[in-house]
């Protein structure tokens, strides 16, 4: 399962899914960090298209917005609402699940 995370850093997870500066990708075994093209604002539409083209199934945000949700959603991509406050756990987390 290919999973998305918005991040500052590459470290902690952001707080706010459509404003985070990056997008973490990954599927457990490989990983990248993409910048966020809803940052700045070029369409509701743009981040979930691309994650839809990188295969993402599920995105794990502490917030997203109902737009957003629904606009991911659209596109087939599940939104679940984490704790979590760095990338690492989280995926550890998914890891032993």
């Given amino acids: 399962m290919k999973v998305a995370i918005p991040t500052d850093d590459g470290v902690k ?7 985070a500066k990056f997008i973490y ?26 994650l839809k083209e990188e295969g993402v199934e599920v995105v794990f945000a502490k917030h997203v917005g109902e737009g957003m949700r629904e606009n991911l959603e659209e596109f087939g991509i599940r939104v679940e609402i984490v704790s979590e406050d760095e990338i690492s756990k989280l995926i550890d987390r998914l890891k032993s699940s």
């Fill in 25 to 50: 990708i990954t599927d457990g075994k490989e990983s990248k960090l993409m910048e966020n093209p809803h940052v700045p604002k070029r369409g509701h539409k743009a981040l979930p298209k691309l």
């Fill in 13 to 19: 997870i952001s707080e706010h899914f459509g404003r």
